[in-house]
């Protein structure tokens, strides 16, 4: 018998089926990052994979579906790891940092950086893939972080405020340094201190825009699901 907590145990059909989709988009992930959107084909990935353009497409409907996959992915692989350093019953500041820490060191990975120009370079040519990118990744996040400020807000640790403005914030003072330096040129790849560095600032920053006001306020309103 089993209960609302019983991992249910996925078939061997359905773990083999799953598998198969995972090694499409190892595969697929390293196609665009290295050709393209627009020079990536569904043949091409079927022939690195070393199967038929049938089966990859018994997968995947189409070359937008499969990136987005790739990029749900990624996004969900990175954002659950920052659900588990936005911890509401720790310290708020080194909570923050840890956070900010994470963001940073995840953009400016190699495979974080090269999909940016990859937008970039490709989004005007391709407008679903911006939408597609901004969605699944940045977006998220962002609702993410929301939710934990939002968190704060409420438990007295923030002033009350709209907590995806607050968010944005926190993220653009995060990505305000050695990000900023990477887009342009200057660094190849920060190094741990310049990221912990840029964190430090980030929150510290943050933390005296948001400080707590010492009369009444509103309660922010909860961001959106």
Known sequence: MTTPDTPVIPSRREARRQDRRDAILTVAQTYFLEHGFADTTMSGIAAELGGSKGTLWNYFPSKEALFAAVVERAAKAYQGRLSQILDPDG???????????????????????????????????????????????????RLLLADFLHGAMTRGQLRMADPID???????LSMSGCHQQMLIGRIDRPAPNEIAADAAFAVDIFLRAY??????????EAPPV
């Open 91 to 141: 310290a708020l500041e080194p909570t923050l940092q840890s956070a900010c820490r994470s963001l940073i060191e995840k953009i400016t990975s190699p495979d974080a950086s090269a999909l940016h120009r990859l937008i970039v370079a490709q989004g005007r040519r391709f407008p679903d893939l911006s939408q597609i990118f901004f969605d699944l990744a940045p977006q998220n996040t």
């Open 166 to 172: 607050a968010a944005r914030a926190l993220m653009s």
């Open 211 to 220: 400080a707590p006001l010492s009369g009444p306020s509103l309660p922010p």
